[in-house]
């Protein structure tokens, strides 16, 4: 029933590691984003997807790679963890158009802690 | 760029008063969205605005849009603990993209 799903929920691991955060959504919506909040709860877009093509690419370490193997599913794949990537990462999905006007839908989040 | 703030970023206030969240954008936008999440969880959204004058109600929460001064606010009134939360407005940058900037957020607590 869960409409926009993330797994793992929390994520441990060493500086060096790499590590990947999986999102699936059965909305039907075609367009689905990365943002990372960090401990002030500051909201960072990160990756958009629209029908698996990449449209938005903030400037993001390039140890940072998403991948969307269909419109409904998004991946954030990170090389080499670095102590500032701690932080909770969001998946979220929306309908792209005016005609649609849809709010984004959240996933619950990835707590990512590097030690 | 688009830049996106609120005040104030911390809110304390008794259960039963009126207070007024502000987001203010640097940039024209289409679209103006306030969502709310509660301690350790996700983003819910809460009101779509549309266009200028734009007013959306749901329970103690009123939002309103004025896209002339770049101004959206969350009205709040007779706060009841349960409104306890972070709320965050989002406004769409308008360049085609739907690349949904987010404001710093504003952290509201109510005092039973």
């Known amino acids: 029933d869960t409409a926009v799903s993330q797994t793992p929920k929390y994520l441990v691991t060493q500086m060096g590691n790499d590590k990947s955060i999986k999102c699936e959504q059965n909305?039907?919506?075609?367009?689905m984003y990365w943002y990372k909040q960090d401990s002030k709860k500051f909201l960072k877009i990160m990756f958009s997807?629209?029908?698996?093509?990449?449209?938005i690419n903030e400037t993001v370490p390039n140890r940072f790679s998403p991948k969307s193997p269909d419109k409904a599913h998004l991946n954030l794949h990170i090389n080499s963890l670095e102590l500032g990537d701690s932080a909770v990462y969001f998946c979220?999905?929306?309908?792209?158009?005016?005609?649609?006007?849809?709010?984004?839908?959240f996933g619950n989040g990835t707590r990512l802690t590097v030690t | 760029e688009l830049k996106v703030e609120q005040n104030p970023l911390f809110l304390s206030m008794q259960e039963g008063k009126n207070y007024t969240i502000y987001c203010n954008y640097s940039?024209?936008?289409?679209?103006l969205y306030w969502y709310r999440q509660d301690p350790g969880k996700s983003l819910e959204s809460l009101f779509v605005?549309?266009?200028?004058?734009a007013v959306k109600q749901e329970g103690r929460l009123m939002a309103s849009l004025d896209t002339k001064a770049r101004l959206s606010t969350l009205h709040i009134t007779a706060a009841v603990h349960d409104l306890s939360a972070t709320y965050f407005c989002?406004?769409?940058?308008?360049?085609?993209?739907?690349?949904?900037?987010f404001g710093t957020g504003t952290r509201l607590k109510v005092l039973a």
């Open positions: 979220a999905s929306s309908h792209l158009g005016k005609s649609y006007n849809s709010p984004l839908h």
């Open positions: 909305l039907g919506h075609d367009t």
């Open positions: 997807y629209n029908n698996k093509e990449l449209i």
């Open positions: 940039t024209t936008s289409d679209r």
């Open positions: 605005l549309l266009s200028n004058g």
């Open positions: 989002a406004v769409d940058e308008a360049s085609g993209t739907y690349k949904y900037i």
